[in-house]
Nanobody, 118 residues
């Protein structure tokens, strides 16, 4: 079993920045693993924010393109740099690590709260 621990959430005013980090208990963000960030706002379903694969290919939700950047810092850590934050970015942000090939896995962190408000 692998634990994912998010950090870096908090309260920020509109237009501000935050950097989220996801630390894995093992070197899980390897060549076959896709790392991702998802978020869930109150009363809404969890949605994709950004994903990254080992060769550096990234994918972003349209709502965050140009403002958020996902990165793989090392085999244990991925991060999400969030700039120009908006109130609608307020949500609990979750880290995810998924591997489709055998042995497959799908791990989630416990989430970190991001609140954007004036």
């Amino acid at each position: 079993q692998v634990q994912l621990v998010e950090s870096g959430g908090g309260f920020v005013q509109p237009g501000g920045s935050l950097r989220l980090s996801c630390a894995a208990s093992k070197s899980i963000f390897s060549i076959y693993t896709m790392g991702g960030w998802y978020r869930q706002a109150p009363g809404k379903q969890r949605e994709l924010v950004a994903t990254i694969v080992s060769f550096g290919n990234t994918n972003y939700a349209d709502s965050v393109k140009g403002r958020f950047t996902i990165s793989r810092d090392n085999a244990n850590t991925i991060a999400l740099q969030m700039n120009s934050l908006k109130p609608e970015d307020t949500a609990v942000y979750y880290c995810n690590a998924v591997k489709a090939t055998f042995p497959s896995y799908d791990y989630w962190g416990q989430g970190t709260q991001v609140t954007v408000s004036s």
